[in-house]
């Protein structure tokens, strides 16, 4: 069974960073490409990042470009997005997922981006 869990999300002043953290199980990171999508509050699932099986290559959204960070430990079969320099506009839930879209997905972490 697929399961997807993240963690590490909270109140964050702007300017501020967090870590993401997912946990996967009845797959392997190792073999599939891994993704991180978000949810503003009122709006749709919003593509973030994206990370290659071997963890060589990352593509990430044009919003977050060099602020945000993923990589993957695909022997401790996890999944990291690092954030910094937060914004108001990066406030969301924040998803991994096994495809680009979101479609499979975990419960979320919720970021909160606030003075």
């Known amino acids: 069974q697929v399961q997807l869990v993240e963690s590490g999300g909270g109140l964050v002043q702007p300017g501020g960073s967090l870590r993401l953290s997912c946990v996967a199980s009845?797959?392997?990171?190792?073999?599939?490409?891994m993704h991180w999508v978000r949810q503003a509050p009122g709006k749709g699932l919003e593509w973030v990042s994206t990370i290659n099986p071997v963890g060589a290559s990352a593509y990430y959204a044009d919003s977050v470009e060099g602020r945000f960070t993923v990589s993957k430990d695909n022997a401790k079969n996890m999944l990291f997005l690092s954030l910094s320099s937060l914004t108001s506009e990066d406030t969301g839930t924040y998803y991994c997922a096994r495809d680009r879209g979101g479609s499979t997905r975990g419960q979320g972490t919720q970021v909160i981006v606030s003075s």
């Open positions: 009845g797959f392997s990171v190792g073999q599939n490409w």
